[in-house]
Antibody, heavy 122, light 107 residues
Framework: EEQLVESGGGMVRPGGSLRLSCAAS????????MSWVRQAPGKGLEWISGINWNGVSTGYADFVKGRFTISRDIAKNSLYLQMNSLRAEDTALYYC???????????????WGQGTMVTVSS | DIQMTQSPSSLSASVGDRVTITCRAS??????LNWYQQKLGKAPRFLIYSASNLQSGVPSRFSGSGSGTDFTLTISSLQPEDFATYYCQQSYSYPRTFGQGTKVEIK
């Protein structure tokens, strides 16, 4: 079974840092494009960052650019999100998701983890 | 950024009802449109890709249509397990963006 399991969330003060992890099983991070998507409490889904199949090309939403860094470790079959300079508005449930190419048009997030909660508060 | 707007934000329906949710993009996205279902406390589930194609394992009562800027998700006969929040998402350009969600509640 293809599965993603996030960890590393917690409570942190504004300006602090956290590193989220996403362990994959049943699928290879090396062969996959991956993304982080977050959901603030009671709110909708928001794409944050993605890393391409080659592991080199990355992208970020403007509101995290320069503060967050996505990476992967093929040996550990894991995805990471290093979050620095955290703000109260970064409080959310953070999901990792696999991005697949779809027939006809574009791509989609087909497998999601259960999420890890990040709370930024003083 | 491409803005995705769903309507309605919420709706109440009964088991067996036909339900339609609309998603509008702020610019043409051709058929680069996906739909997800999210139940309370759960991760999103991938339902439909490229506007009208059902992901494997998704019941045939779900269907999608549209192109350009206007899209719809239809549930032909609502089942108890379909009460959830539904999100559209564009894959035309970065950043990938989602609609704000449509909550389908029990009437």
């Amino acid at each position: 079974e293809e599965q993603l399991v996030e960890s590393g969330g917690g409570m942190v003060r504004p300006g602090g840092s956290l590193r989220l992890s996403c362990a994959a099983s049943g699928l290879s991070v090396e062969d996959s494009a991956m993304s982080w998507v977050r959901q603030a409490p009671g709110k909708g889904l928001e794409w944050i960052s993605g890393i391409n199949w080659n592991g080199v090309s990355t992208g970020y939403a403007d509101f995290v650019k320069g503060r967050f860094t996505i990476s992967r470790d093929i040996a550990k079959n894991s995805l990471y999100l290093q979050m620095n300079s955290l703000r109260a508005e970064d409080t959310a449930l953070y999901y990792c998701a696999r991005r697949i190419l779809t027939i006809y048009y574009g791509d989609a997030f087909d497998i999601w983890g259960q999420g890890t909660m990040v709370t930024v508060s003083s | 950024d491409i803005q995705m707007t769903q309507s309605p934000s919420s709706l109440s329906a009964s088991v067996g009802d036909r339900v339609t949710i609309t998603c509008r993009a702020s610019q043409s996205i051709s058929g680069y449109l996906n739909w997800y279902q999210q139940k309370l406390g759960k991760a999103p589930r991938f339902l439909i890709y490229s506007a009208s194609n059902l992901q494997s394992g998704v019941p045939s009562r779900f269907s999608g249509s549209g192109s350009g800027t206007d899209f719809t998700l239809t549930i032909s006969s609502l089942q108890p397990e379909d009460f959830a929040t539904y999100y559209c998402q564009q894959s035309y350009s970065y950043p990938r963006t989602f609609g704000q969600g449509t909550k389908v509640e029990i009437k």
